[in-house]
């Protein structure tokens, strides 16, 4: 156990802003950068089926031609990485028997062993629910890896901005992901922050706690 | 800057599991629940808006009564604490300016700074979305409020169980959640694992890197 203090992980939680302004002359280590890989790909999923895809895009040509698409903001071109998070469309039988040969071998179990978890995953996922349905679930998953990663920088001290504001239709066609099962679904850029971001010392704006929740 | 070690990270998400299996005996203290709390107050939403509203249940009876709408599943029962994560339904203009008037209130900025800032949003979210496109909108967000939820509990070493097998109907049903404008979309139950849940010992299965990351 590596557990971390209460007062830790809520100055990091704390400390994170959606990053306007990076320090374009500062990039994320590589090793760093392996973290935040194998934190997303340690991220938890519905039935464990990761119905997603990552891409990491640091080619400055290719993030001057996605800036257009999203609506010029600053961070596609001065972060140090932009991650574009893709969502699996239409996910299949073919999708859910990729997990179960990889839990098969993980696990050292015979794919006879899952024919009850596959039943339930083919059950409530793919035939319990339509395309669009299914769609809609793929998109919430992936969003427990943005969830993830931005919990993930903000405790290593990386700086990250979410980023909802694009094209995701124009994004899909410049990085083809139509043809490969894919749909954008949110990006993220992250790097570290420039001294001159003015955000950076906002006040952070929630809702009170006696708004947010409710004690049953 | 209270700053984490890559490895204590990586340690704590591999520690963590999807606990079948809770000790009843064993409750999160008051304080590391305000921890928690103040974690899910802190997640990120587009724009700020935070659409939505967390249940945390720890009445025996309103746990018995959840339990059948959750397929009878055992950690509803035995977990020291369940939260429902409730997307805002029909995210409304009165909405935005709630919290638009804490931006302001909170920042010391007059709502009139703020008119531009409204335009985006009522512009990109209430008028540009239809009702059912703005409840998968809110129900993005409230994923990330689960993938913080998630990773702040395993870097302070507190077990948890995200759950979508639980019929959304009923717990809107029997928690009154229409009327208050709001719907279900994923539960969690937190605690500490049973020294006899097996699924602990379990190999994680998670695709290799290399099928789920695109370097551009």
Redesign the interface.
């Known amino acids: 156990?590596?557990?971390?203090k209460?007062?830790?992980?809520?100055?990091?939680?704390?400390?994170?802003y959606?990053t306007k302004q990076f320090d374009a002359d500062k990039k994320i280590s590589a090793?760093?950068w392996a973290?935040l890989?194998?934190?997303?790909?340690?991220?938890?999923s519905?039935a464990?089926l990761?119905p997603?895809?990552?891409?990491?895009?640091?080619?400055p040509e290719?993030r001057e031609k996605l800036k257009p698409a999203a609506y010029g903001q600053g961070q596609i071109g001065n972060a140090s990485h932009l991650v574009v998070f893709a969502a699996k469309t239409n996910f299949s039988e073919a999708d859910a028997d990729?997990?179960l040969a990889?839990?098969a071998k993980?696990?050292g179990v015979s794919t006879e062993a899952l024919t009850p978890l596959r039943g339930m995953i083919i059950g409530?996922i793919i035939k319990g629910m339509d395309e669009t349905a299914r769609n809609?679930w793929s998109?919430?998953?992936?969003?427990?890896?943005?969830?993830?990663?931005?919990?993930?920088a903000a405790?290593?001290?990386i700086d990250a901005c979410?980023m909802?504001?694009f094209d995701r239709a124009q994004f899909d066609e410049i990085?083809g992901l139509k043809s490969k099962g894919l749909a954008s679904?949110?990006i993220a850029t992250l790097g570290y922050r420039s001294a001159t971001d003015k955000y950076a010392a906002?006040?952070?704006?929630?809702?009170p706690?006696e708004k947010?929740?409710?004690?049953?």
Chains 1, 2 share one sequence.
């Open positions: 156990m590596s557990t971390i209460s007062n830790q992980l809520l100055d990091q939680l704390n400390w994170r959606a090793a760093d973290t890989e194998t934190a997303l790909q340690l991220t938890p519905s464990g990761q997603w895809h990552f891409f990491v895009v640091t080619n290719m990729a997990h990889n839990v993980t696990q409530g809609a998109r919430n998953q992936i969003y427990i890896a943005l969830g993830n990663l931005l919990t993930s405790v290593l001290g979410p909802e504001g990085l679904a949110v906002a006040a952070k704006v929630r809702f706690k947010l929740f409710t004690h049953i």
